[in-house]
C-alpha cells in the first residue's frame, strides 16, 4: 500500500545499525556554559553561543522591553506588514558593522543561503561550492537549477580550473569558517580567481561573525577585503549574536534584487520586533566587549597545546570550533557517551555531516567558559583516550 510506513522503519533501523541515528536531548536551562540536559547538570561545550551573549541580562532585558511594546509575532512578511523600525534599524546597523551599503534580514540561516543562491543564478548558471560547504549551501547550489560543481576543499587552484568563461553567471560560494572543521576558507586567493573569471563570490561567515576580526566583523575583516572583492556576505544571528535570524549585507543592488526575488524573503513571516531589538543590543555588546573575543582565544589556545600533549587528532582551526576526529561513529558516540557520564557535553559528529572516516568530537567554545573548565575537559578526554 503506497500509504504503508513500513519500509520508513527499515530505514530508521539501519541508521541505528550503521550508528548514524539521531536523537534529541531535552535541556531544561537558558544556553550557557552548564546545561540541565535530560535532568542532569552538565559543562556545556557544543553550543554555538560564542560569546555568552543567548543569555546576557541586556540582551534579555531588550528582548523582554521589545515584546512589551511591538508584541510576540510580526504578523507577516516584511513585504506585508511585519517590517517594523526594529527590523530597519537592524539592518541598517548590521550594513554599517559588515562595512557595506545595505543589509537585509532573512528569518533562519538556512532560507537565506537557499534563498540569496536561486534569486542571483539559475539555469544556463553556475554555482561552484566548496565541497565542505554547509548542507545550507549546498542545497541552495542544487535547488537553484544552476549547474552544480563541486572543488576540493579550500583548494584555490581546483577552483580555477573549474571555473568556465562564456557560460553565464558564475557564482563562487564558500563558507567563511566552515562549521565541522573549524579552518578558515583562503578568501584572498578566491577573491583573485573570482575577478580573472568575471564570478561573483558569496561568503557565509555564519562561524566567524563576532569572534574573528579586529571589531568582530570575521573572516572578511581578517582579510582585509572589501564589498567590491565579496559582494555577497551572509551571517546568521544564532551564533556569536546570541539570538536568532540571518542576514547578507552588500550593495544597494544585491539586496534590491533580493527583495524583489529570494522567495525565502518574500513568502516567510518576519522574524519577531522583539528578537530585532535583542539583536540591536547584542551587536552593540559584541563590539565594544572586545574582551570575549580576546578570551575565547585565550581558551582556544589552552585546549589545542593541552590537546597536542595528549596526541588528539585536532583539525588546523583557530577558531572556537575544535574538532577531535576519531574515524569511526561508533569510536565517536562512544567517547561522547563517556563524557557525558564524567559530566561534560559534546556532540558526536558523523556521515553525512562530515565524510566517511572523519567522525569526530566537535567541541566549541564560549567566552562563559573559564581556564579550569577546560583543564576539567582536558582530563576527561585524557581517561577516555
Known sequence: MRGNFSTLSAELQQLKQQNLYRSRRLVDTPQGVHSQVDGVLKLNFCSNDYLGLANHPEVVRAFQAAASQWGVGSGSAHLVCGHTREHHALEEELADFTGRDRALLFSTGYMANTGIIAALVGRGDTVLEDRLNHASLLDGGLLSGARFRRYAHADSAHLQRTLLAGQGRQLIVTDGVFSMDGDC?????????????????????????????????????????????????????????????????????????????????????????????????????????????????????????????????????????????????????????????????????????????????????????????????????????
Open 185 to 385: 576558507a583562503p578568501l584572498s586567493s578566491l577573491v583573485i580567481a573570482a575577478k580573472a573569471h568575471d564570478a561573483w563570490l558569496m561568503v557565509d561567515d555564519a562561524h566567524g561573525f563576532g569572534v574573528l576580526g579586529a571589531t568582530g566583523a570575521g573572516v572578511v575583516e581578517c582579510a582585509g577585503l572589501s564589498q567590491q572583492d565579496v559582494p555577497v556576505l551572509v551571517g546568521t544571528l544564532g551564533k556569536a549574536f546570541g539570538t536568532s535570524g540571518a542576514f547578507v549585507a552588500g550593495s544597494e543592488l544585491l539586496i534590491e534584487t533580493l527583495i524583489q526575488k529570494a522567495r525565502p524573503y518574500i513568502y516567510t513571516t518576519a522574524m519577531p520586533a522583539a528578537i530585532a531589538a535583542a539583536t540591536r543590543v547584542s551587536l552593540r555588546l559584541l563590539i565594544a566587549e572586545n574582551w570575549r573575543r580576546d578570551k575565547l582565544a585565550q581558551l582556544v589556545q589552552q585546549f589545542r597545546q593541552g590537546a597536542t600533549q595528549l596526541g588528539l587528532q585536532l583539525m588546523p582551526s583557530l577558531s572556537p570550533i575544535q574538532p577531535i576526529v576519531v574515524g569511526s561513529s561508533q569510536q565517536a558516540l562512544w567517547m561522547s557517551e563517556q563524557l557525558l557520564q564524567r559530566g561534560f557535553l559534546v556532540s558526536a559528529i558523523r556521515p553525512p555531516t562530515v565524510p566517511q572516516g572523519s567522525a569526530r568530537l566537535r567541541i566549541t567554545f564560549s567566552a562563559a567558559h573559564d581556564a579550569s573548565q577546560v583543564t576539567q575537559l582536558l582530563a576527561a578526554l585524557q581517561q577516555i583516550q
